[in-house]
């Protein structure tokens, strides 16, 4: 019994480290063979909703189909087999993806129609970062997200301000225009105000006279001139970020300087060794006094004590 255990969990840690890890050549290998049936399985997704294509080829597809979904049901399985809290891998991030990349071709079985949600699989792309060793950009990415999220006061202030201009122009032009133009209501009035706000313009709605017309000018310079605001916040969080990761907020022991890089070790104002905790390698060794100085002070102290003594 106790062999048997032993040989069950060998097997699970062997398949974990195939799975999960990415250290070594059949790991790799393992990863980058199921992004390839991912990529594959939503080519064939697209290539299905041709038409003609599927109109020749359906059959095959929804065979090639089956067959991505049972490799891919086989695989979740093995997951979650060599983990010891499998649940919780269903519900992080990844765990998630995998089963809805397996979920609508089961369900079609119930729902038809449920298949065209398999483009979904295209997600579960996202484990190149983890194959190819890309986790920099990971960071990178967690970066841009915390920019964003300290900027979400400022962010959601313009938005406001946004939805305020769309509801006022949306009003003021549903009163000037006549609903022949086509502003038959507030809402479509708030929908021309939106489109030309953004300047889009997508010409199904546009103001005939020229009061109308000329608030409509008035708008499009006005989206010009406020598009910027929320990039120029934005940016600045991020580059508020770049320097908070590059940049150290550690005062200069020797003129009190901050600023400096994470990695410099000496600092870039005075000179002075920055780390407190460790000794300058660099700084010269003390100088050890000369015995003649040494004896030369001797008899100087003593002389003076002599005179003071007369």
């Avoid at 770049?242 to 300087?257: K, N, Q, T």
Wanted: hydrophobic content about 45%.
């Amino acid at each position: 019994m106790t062999s048997m255990q032993s040989g069950e969990s060998s097997l699970r840690k062997r398949l974990f480290q195939i799975i999960f890890e990415s250290d070594t050549p059949l790991a790799k290998g393992f990863d980058i063979a199921l992004i390839s049936l991912i990529l594959l399985s939503v080519g064939i997704v697209f290539l299905d909703s041709v038409p003609s294509l599927h109109a020749h080829f359906g059959h095959i597809f929804l065979v090639m189909e089956w067959g991505f979904t049972l490799i891919f049901t086989l695989e979740l399985a093995l997951r979650l087999y060599c983990l010891e809290r499998p649940l919780r891998y269903l519900r992080s991030f990844y765990g998630i993806l995998d089963l809805l990349a397996i979920l609508p071709t089961w369900l079609s079985l119930f729902l038809p129609g449920a298949q065209s949600l398999l483009v979904l699989r295209v997600l579960r792309v996202l484990r190149v970062f983890r194959v190819l060793r890309l986790m920099e950009f990971v960071g990178e990415g967690r970066m841009l997200v915390q920019a964003l999220q300290r900027s979400k006061r400022k962010i959601f202030l313009f938005l406001t301000t946004v939805l305020l201009i769309i509801t006022i122009f949306g009003a003021l032009i549903y009163m000037i225009e006549p609903p022949e133009a086509g502003f038959t209501s507030m809402p479509r009035a708030m929908y021309w105000a939106i489109v030309t706000l953004t300047t889009v313009g997508y010409g199904d709605i546009a103001p005939v006279t020229p009061l109308g017309q000329f608030i409509s000018a008035f708008m499009m310079i006005l989206g010009y001139s406020i598009i910027a605001v929320p990039t120029g916040v934005f940016s600045a969080e991020v580059i508020r970020s770049i320097r908070e990761e590059r940049y150290s907020d550690e005062a200069c022991p020797g003129c009190g300087h901050e600023g400096h890089e994470r990695d410099a070790r000496y600092c870039r104002f005075c000179g002075t060794w920055l780390d407190e905790e460790t000794p300058d390698p660099n700084a010269p060794e003390p100088e050890e006094p000369d015995d003649n100085d040494a004896a030369q002070e001797t008899e100087q102290r003593d002389d003076t004590s002599a005179d003071e003594r007369q």
